[in-house]
C-alpha cells in the first residue's frame, strides 16, 4: 500500500520560512502528478501548488512568487519551499499524488493523501 509523509511543518513568525517535505512509499512504478493543498479553519481544502511529471508547474495566485514545488523522482518526494510568509498562509497543508501501483495483480493509478502538517504563522 502507498503511503505519503509529510514533514517540515511548524510555527515560524512572518516574514520567515519553511520547507515541506513528501515522501511516498511502497510499491511505486510513478509519481505523476504531485500536489500541495491546505485548508484553514472554517475554509475549504485549497490547492496551493501542483508538478506534473514533466515538471510544469502551476501556483495559487496567494501564492505565486512566494512558494516553490520541486520534485526528485528516483526519491519519489514533493517539496515545497515556502518564503515571505504571512499569517494567512497558516493552515493545514496536504500532499496528494497520483501513483502508479500494484494492487494484487492489478497495476493502478491510486489519488493518494498525506495526513497533513501543520504551518502556523504568527504575526
Known amino acids: 500500500q502507498v503511503q505519503l509523509v509529510e514533514s517540515g511543518g511548524g510555527l515560524v513568525q512572518a516574514g520567515g520560512s519553511l520547507r515541506l517535505s513528501c515522501a511516498a512509499s511502497?510499491?511505486?512504478?510513478?509519481?505523476?502528478?504531485m500536489a500541495w493543498y491546505r485548508q484553514a479553519p472554517g475554509k475549504e481544502r485549497e490547492l496551493v501548488a501542483s508538478?506534473?511529471?514533466?515538471?510544469?508547474?502551476n501556483y495559487a495566485d496567494s501564492v505565486k512568487g512566494r512558494f516553490t514545488i520541486s520534485r526528485d523522482d528516483p526519491k519519489h518526494t514533493v517539496h515545497l519551499q515556502m518564503n515571505s510568509l504571512k499569517p494567512e498562509d497558516t493552515a493545514v497543508y496536504y500532499c496528494?499524488?497520483?501513483?502508479?501501483?500494484?494492487?494484487?495483480?492489478?497495476?493502478?493509478?491510486?489519488?493518494?493523501w498525506g495526513q497533513g502538517t501543520q504551518v502556523t504563522v504568527s504575526s
Open positions: 496528494n499524488a497520483d501513483i502508479t501501483t500494484r494492487q494484487g495483480v492489478s497495476v493502478m493509478t491510486v489519488d493518494t
Open positions: 508538478i506534473s511529471r514533466t515538471s510544469v508547474t
Open positions: 511502497g510499491i511505486i512504478y510513478s509519481s505523476n502528478t
